[in-house]
């Protein structure tokens, strides 16, 4: 029999500590506006208890509308201290979709700020009666509304006693719904513990870490800085809105060591006239993920930044590798190893488990995967292979290969991948030699009907600023570098990708664009 029976230390447990720990020392920055730790104990606490005190219940589901502030964060994490669970949106998406989740998730509460108060109120209609009942905005100009600050300022700063399992629901976040249309994915409490404590240590925070965020922080991606950053008693700094040349001053004037960011982003700081003129030296360790970084940006930002750069593929639902900047240039093609405590492998179209060296569909197993979809049974069990153990393993839709050091490639998106003459083409493969040209800035290749082969690449590309180079030219350039089932049939010329928050590129969107091209 153990001497001590220490119980789970989840994430609300975490905060407390640190309220009292680390009570003097910052914990977010929001411009001017700086919280210690111990006020941002104190207004999670109250925000809960304001909560209670509407009459929500344990376990009941708040979704949280706002744009990138202070009181994001205080709110997001308010809610988890309550024992609710925190369903934030991405603020990009369409009215019509922010119903649609709300209805979804089942949600007794919404929490709005700035711009999108106006949109919910205008979705009051659609809004089940409890929820109606229930809303919060950040300076509201209805009376209907609860204010925020109002709310939080007269709430109790006691600690409530309230009981959360490790198996109770801590968030839900939404799909990017690059596939498709967007699932919810759950998070328990148990498996953000995970997260936090097991991403600490891989990308390498520590209680000195001054973290930047400047993703939307509805994002897993954002959720990952921030979890690692609270296990680690650090400081959460918080950019609104990304723009280049004020990321590159608040990482000078905050000295900030840590960050997290999509290759979009990344891409965007190196091309700054102005990069070179700020002082980034106190960058300690930073992370890109969200979609494949090229090969040539990953080797600029070890050339031009300072510190650990580190690279990681993963999923919201769960797994992930990391190539850290031991391995980065020795295998800078590939997106690392699994993290410690994961188990991966690939699988063919018959579920059989492939040997090293062979490609197939990513599938993995880790102590931080999802709880489930939130009610979407079919998608679970879509999402499910089953390991020879009986284990059930996440299915990734991506499709990779391992080395014989384990390091993992990525081939391409599983449900991207073009059926072109009965064989299987990756659009990744020719976006890699198509990128290599001069004239290109961007490019997305997706399939398209092809009378002859049933599907045939197209090339989207975004030229750079001072090109003139033509269509054909471009695709006669490509396909005397590709395969012969590789080869493009068209390129058309764009201003811009459609992406989602995260920068990954929709692809659907580009098909459903040209699905009536037919070559």
Not at 46 to 52: G, P, R, V, W
Not at 313 to 337: C, F, H, N, Q, W
Not at 433 to 462: F, Q
Request: glycine share 10%; hydrophobic share 40%; proline share 3%.
């Amino acid at each position: 029999m153990a001497w001590f029976s220490p119980k789970p230390l989840l994430i609300p447990d975490i905060i407390a500590l640190n309220a009292v720990s680390c009570s003097s020392k910052d914990a977010v920055v929001d411009g001017d506006r700086v919280f210690s730790w111990a006020e941002f104990g104190t207004g999670t606490t109250k925000i809960a208890n304001a909560l209670h005190a509407l009459g929500l219940g344990h376990g009941d589901r708040v979704v949280i509308l706002m744009t990138n502030s202070y009181e994001m964060i205080e709110a997001m994490f308010g809610v988890i201290r309550g024992g609710f669970c925190a369903v934030p949106l991405n603020c990009a998406i369409t009215d019509a979709a922010v119903a649609g989740m709300i209805a979804n998730s089942g949600a007794k509460a919404v929490i709005a700020s700035g711009e999108h108060i106006p949109r919910i109120e205008a979705l009051r209609g659609q809004l089940g009666n409890e929820c109606r009942e229930h809303l919060i905005g950040v300076m509201p100009q209805d009376n209907d509304w609860h204010d925020y600050g109002a709310m939080r300022d007269a709430a109790t700063a006691a600690a409530r006693e309230t009981c959360i399992a490790p198996s109770d629901e801590c968030n839900i976040i939404y799909s990017s719904g690059t596939t498709g249309l967007p699932k919810g994915i759950v998070h328990d409490h148990a498996c953000r513990e995970a997260w936090g404590s097991d991403m600490a240590v891989a990308l390498r925070y520590h209680s000195g870490a001054r973290t930047l965020l400047n993703l939307g922080l509805f994002s897993n991606i954002s959720w990952v800085a921030m979890l690692a950053t609270i296990f680690a008693g650090g400081t959460l700094v918080v950019q609104r809105r990304f723009d280049v040349e004020q990321c590159l001053e608040i990482i000078q004037r905050e000295r900030i060591t840590h960050t997290v960011m999509v290759p979009l982003q990344f891409q965007q700081l190196l091309e700054c006239t102005r990069f070179d003129d700020y002082d980034l030296s106190t960058l300690d360790a930073y992370m890109c993920c969200g979609s494949p970084l090229a090969v040539g940006i990953k080797q600029d930002i070890v050339a031009r930044m300072p510190g650990d750069f580190i690279e990681l593929y993963g999923l919201t639902e769960g797994l992930v590798t990391i190539l850290g900047p031991e391995d980065m240039l020795a295998k800078v093609e590939s997106v690392g190893r699994a993290c410690p405590g994961q188990q991966l492998a690939v699988i063919d179209d018959d579920d059989n488990e492939l040997p090293l060296g062979e490609a197939g569909e990513i599938v993995g197993h880790c102590r931080f995967m999802m709880a489930g979809y939130h009610s979407n049974p079919e998608a679970d069990e879509a999402s499910t292979w089953v390991h020879s153990s009986g284990e059930k393993w996440l299915r990734t839709g991506d499709v990779g290969v391992f080395d014989d050091d384990g390091f993992l490639y990525l081939v391409d998106r599983k449900k991207d991948m073009i059926l072109s003459g009965g064989q299987n083409v990756y659009p990744a493969d020719i976006e890699a030699t198509i990128i290599g040209h001069d004239a290109v800035h961007e490019v997305a290749v997706v399939g398209i009907a092809s009378r002859k082969w049933g599907e045939t690449p197209l090339a989207v590309v975004v030229l750079a600023d001072d090109s003139n180079i033509g269509n054909d030219e471009l695709t006669a350039w490509a396909n005397s570098r590709l395969g012969k089932q590789q080869r493009v049939a068209h390129t058309i010329f764009v201003k811009e990708l459609p992406r989602n928050a995260n920068g990954k590129v929709l692809k659907r969107e580009l098909r459903s664009r040209f699905t009536d091209l037919k070559f």
